[in-house]
């Protein structure tokens, strides 16, 4: 009887795998047209990455840069190593159409979701590893940024740092760190430096995960020196950066800390900025944000669902059951150790968002506290499957319908929805002009617009390379 129950648990955790696989292969399907357009901010990490592949050049003229910076009206923004080059070798291999160029980012956000059920694993096993794929695939958060080019550098930041945190804590964060190991989190946690969405995170994992394995003699000196070295090897282009101001220029101008938005709210001192700051993050944690409306721009929330599914529903109106099962357990199913390092996420990821003013709600700049959301939630999903076998059944169910209910609005009715939120206009122009193979009369019709960089990308993609700087041709030529 115990052998054909364990056979049950076992087959069930395969299925959730499964579905699960399934969920993350369907975020490669339609990105031509869903969402549709190309934003201008997506154009122009992608004019970089393309001029870079076909003349050695970014946007800026600059040859093989550690960084290309993008000055704009907000801000710098900055596309970093971790992100131009991987982009450069992708799309030499799979082509430089917006759907290749939004595919990157979709392989980001699944590996993200691979190293996050190995968070999982290293804590729970098998079944932990399929819960975090399964919530993780199925999480509309993902789901919807993941299929556009805005966050795929902060994609690639976050999934350098699950990356590394799955490698510090293997087997609960109780095995020796190894040396290659050791310089593999370094790079991780330099790389999710790189991106203003990332940073508070990886600062507050990284002391969080290195100081116990430090003193508890897990991380020896020759591991040390090699997380240090890969560490500042990866840390280049951020350490580039520490000269000027681009770093965190675009991160001040729009902060909670920015003296002149201080003054226009009537907020001072750090009683006002905290008050700003703890209403920030009563946005983002509203079950409005998280369950039922979302990050109203379309350009991050699909505009169907919250940030999070039914599923993902289910699980946190669970939590007190699970608190309450954990708590009459004998074998404390869930180590404090987790637990902290979950709620340090997901305070951090919002916390990121939340020391922002403008456009709040934010989706994109709290994409960092989704990973760890999701391991929260597998923590209750352990539990609750642990008293009733049955319950991943149950959760497959509930996924199931859910897709049946969103997939088919995601294709047919959100690219109607969103055609202006992601600038149709301009891509439907470049494509008439490149199908009567004149890209010319594209760039002539929007001589005058700016960003340049945002139509570099289109001539670029149509012609080898036309319209940047390193092609000797200019972006309205």
């Not at 150790?337 to 979950?342: A, C, F, Q, S």
Request: include cysteine; charged fraction near 10%; aromatic fraction near 10%.
């Amino acid at each position: 009887m115990r052998t054909g129950v364990l056979r049950l648990r076992m087959d069930l955790t395969t299925l959730v795998m499964v579905v699960a696989f399934i969920a993350l292969a369907l975020r490669f399907v339609g990105l031509n047209t869903a969402p549709p357009g190309f934003h201008i901010d997506e154009a122009v990490a992608g004019a970089n990455i393309v001029c870079l592949a076909e003349t050695g050049a970014d946007t800026t003229g600059a040859t093989w840069p550690l960084n290309s910076v993008w000055e704009s009206s907000a801000g710098a923004v900055v596309f970093p190593a971790s992100l131009l080059y991987p982009g450069v070798a992708w799309v030499s291999v799979v082509g430089d159409s917006v759907a290749s160029l939004r595919a990157f980012g979709v392989l980001a956000s699944v590996v993200l979701a691979i190293a996050t059920a190995g968070v999982a694993y290293n804590f729970f096993g098998r079944k932990g590893f399929a819960w975090a794929l399964l919530i993780s695939a199925v999480m509309p958060w993902t789901w919807d940024l993941g299929r556009t080019f805005l966050a795929s550098g902060g994609m690639v930041g976050r999934t350098a740092m699950m990356i590394a945190i799955f490698l510090l804590t293997r087997d609960r964060g109780t095995r020796p760190v190894g040396i290659l190991a050791a310089g593999v989190a370094g790079i991780g946690f330099a790389t999710a430096l790189g991106y203003n969405g990332t940073r508070l995170v990886a600062i507050v994992m990284a002391i969080l995960l290195l100081v116990p394995l430090v003193r508890r003699g897990l991380l020896q000196f020759p591991a040390i020196v090699s997380l240090l070295v890969g560490g500042l090897v990866a840390g280049i282009p951020v350490l580039a950066l520490l000269g000027g101001n681009q770093l965190l220029d675009r991160a001040s101008n729009v902060s909670i800390l920015n003296s002149g938005w201080l003054e226009e709210t009537g907020l001072t001192g750090p009683i006002g900025a905290l008050a700003a700051f703890t209403r920030h993050m009563g946005l983002h944690l509203s079950p409005s944000f998280l369950f039922f409306n979302g990050d109203d721009q379309l350009r991050h929330n699909s505009g169907i669902t919250g940030q999070l599914g039914w599923l993902e529903l289910v699980l946190t109106l669970l939590i007190p059951v699970a608190i309450w099962l954990a708590w009459k357990s004998n074998d404390h199913p869930v180590s404090g150790r987790y637990l902290l390092l979950v709620g340090a996420g997901v305070f951090t990821g919002l916390a990121t968002a939340a020391l922002s003013t403008s456009a709040l709600p934010h989706a994109q700049r709290s994409l960092s506290a989704a990973p760890f959301i999701a391991l929260g939630l597998t923590a209750v999903a352990i539990v609750i499957t642990n008293r009733w076998q049955l319950f991943p059944a149950i959760a497959v169910g509930i996924s199931l319908i859910f897709g049946a209910w969103f997939l088919p609005q995601y294709f047919n009715d959100f690219p109607g929805a969103a055609e202006d939120r992601f600038n149709s206009f301009i891509r439907n122009s470049a494509d008439r002009a490149e199908a009567k193979g004149d890209i010319g009369l594209f760039l002539n019709e929007f001589r005058k617009w700016t960003p340049p960089e945002a139509f570099i990308y289109f001539a670029a993609a149509a012609e080898n390379g036309r319209g940047c700087p390193g092609a000797g041709f200019g972006a309205t030529q």
